[in-house]
């Protein structure tokens, strides 16, 4: 088939999905020849768009000459010289060079002027089998695990993030694709005043990511920041692979960490959620839905019928959770009526609280040095001698879900029976992780989340976790901005003592002030 375009191999390229063969390890099958009327080689934006579309080879006819007959007979002229250009391997030309911008850049191979005979000398499916052979090699080589997506990080800064909060973000992002068990390949910013309604960065920026996905191999590209249907539709059109947000990646994590009944429930019914206005777009059998001309048949059909399959198991879910809620809410209200006060331990993810509830009470709650390690609300009693009477305390200690920056909305509405913990628990403890470098801006995540319960939650005693992994001066800038903060190490038992001591006071307080 020929495909005749007017314009600069940029402007002409075809779209990422209609090429006929996509993929690192593969060359496009397509030859692009285009003429020039001016005597010089192919510019970088050329064979930039060669890359993008891993075309097979771009040859560029420079043509002179170039007039109409007087009789308007047609253009007359000759082919002055030619060049040709094509993809290289990795170990000919350093084919993921880094340049200025940090960016890799594919590197290419641009022949010298030749003349048309040498051009019709070349054999390309010779040059062809040889490039794919060195491409397949490479990436085989690169699959360590072809279960693993490979991921490629897109970040925007605006003028709403520090340029610390913004890095902080970017970070966080890593291990919650690292958590999900993708591979993070490299990330890429852009710094805008406002984002783009169609594309979130710039048209520059998103060839620039679709030019690195398609030289690093990635097959998957994740934004710092949610996106719209529309968003992600224009996005994956141009880059030519799939295009997720960070809500989807927290919900993939769920998915996976979810081991109670309650808690699968609560996952699907958030990513049901989430995926019900996303279904136009996804896929080719169901991106019919809309008006006019070609939009109409079983496109839409399938489409309605998948709506409304997902609204109907929403609906079921929803009930379920209703129930689960109920349920909850009994158990709450028996351990109330017996007055065994209640702790519920909330913080930032991965702050240690399954740690801390496994050193407080032998309990054997799962614990890893990962975001979201655990799930599912866990409930052990404490119990505290009092030192100077010899009686007992008893308390308690519910290990609820980690909370996160920016927590999605869907799952803070799919998770309210598990939050509910919070907000009918007598008190809190706030774990910070003091060794993090962010943890004053997790403290205030925190503190937003329970300020948006429906419940206002008991009293709170902040803990500040991991003191055996932080500096001096670390730990004298907590001192101070908390002075009445309890400082402990869950791993290496250090001030559980003192923790219990406070964990008394504190629920003394609660009790005396319903």
Not at 97 to 109: C, E, F, L, N
Not at 486 to 499: C, D, M, N, P, Y
Request: hydrophobic share 40%; proline share 5%.
């Amino acid at each position: 088939m020929i495909r005749v375009g007017v314009g600069t191999p940029r402007q002409t390229q075809i779209p990422p999905l209609e090429l006929p063969r996509y993929g690192a390890e593969r060359l496009s099958g397509i030859r692009c020849i285009a003429t020039h009327l001016k005597p010089e080689p192919p510019n970088e934006a050329a064979l930039t768009a060669m890359a993008m579309q891993r075309l097979d080879a771009l040859v560029v006819l420079n043509i002179t000459g170039t007039g109409f007959t007087r009789r308007g007979g047609g253009a007359t002229g000759y082919v002055k010289e030619a060049y040709l250009a094509h993809l290289t391997p990795q170990e000919s030309q350093a084919l993921l060079a880094v340049g200025s911008s940090g960016v890799p850049s594919p590197r290419w191979s641009l022949s010298s002027p030749l003349s048309l005979d040498e051009l019709t000398q070349q054999d390309f499916l010779d040059l062809v089998e040889n490039l794919e052979a060195e491409f397949q090699r490479e990436f085989v080589a690169q699959q360590v695990d072809i279960d693993h997506d490979r991921v490629l990080i897109v970040g925007v800064m605006t003028d709403e993030k520090s340029h610390l909060e913004f890095h902080d973000t970017l970070a966080e992002l890593a291990r919650l694709v690292d958590t999900a068990g993708g591979d993070v390949l490299q990330t890429v910013q852009q710094k805008r005043s406002r984002i783009h309604p169609q594309t979130v960065v710039g048209e520059g920026k998103v060839q620039e990511v679709a030019l690195t996905a398609q030289t690093l191999g990635a097959t998957l590209v994740v934004f710092d920041r949610d996106l719209s249907p529309a968003q992600v539709r224009n996005l994956e059109a141009q880059i030519g692979v799939r295009v997720v947000d960070r809500t989807e990646v927290i919900l993939d994590i769920f998915a996976q960490r979810a081991q109670s009944r309650a808690g699968k429930l609560q996952v699907e019914l958030a990513q049901l959620e989430y995926m019900l206005p996303r279904l136009t777009g996804r896929g080719q059998a169901m991106s019919r839905l809309g008006g006019g001309i070609g939009t109409r048949g079983p496109g839409e059909t399938k489409l309605e019928t998948e709506r409304r399959a997902i609204q109907r198991r929403i609906s079921r879910l929803q009930q379920e959770v209703n129930q689960l809620q109920a349920h909850r809410s009994r158990l709450r209200q028996r351990r109330q009526h017996r007055e065994v006060p209640s702790v519920a331990l909330v913080g930032y993810t991965n702050a240690g609280k399954s740690t801390l509830l496994n050193a407080l009470t032998n309990a054997e709650v799962y614990t890893a040095d990962q975001l979201f390690a655990t799930l599912d609300p866990t409930t052990r009693r404490l119990v505290i001698p009092h030192a100077e009477t010899g009686e007992t305390q008893e308390i308690l200690v519910t290990d609820t879900v980690g909370f996160i920056h920016e927590l999605p909305a869907p799952l803070m509405d799919a998770f309210r029976a598990t939050l509910e913990e919070v907000t009918e628990a007598d008190a809190l403890l706030h774990l910070v992780d003091l060794s993090h470098p962010a943890w004053l801006s997790h403290i205030r995540s925190v503190r937003e989340i329970l300020a948006q319960m429906p419940v206002t939650p008991g009293p709170a005693l902040v803990a500040f976790n991991k003191i055996d992994r932080v500096s001096s001066e670390t730990l004298a800038l907590a001192r101070e901005e908390f002075p009445l903060a309890v400082f402990i190490s869950a791993s290496q038992r250090l001030g559980l003592e003192t923790l219990r001591h406070r964990l008394t006071q504190l629920i003394q307080y609660a009790v005396d002030s319903r």
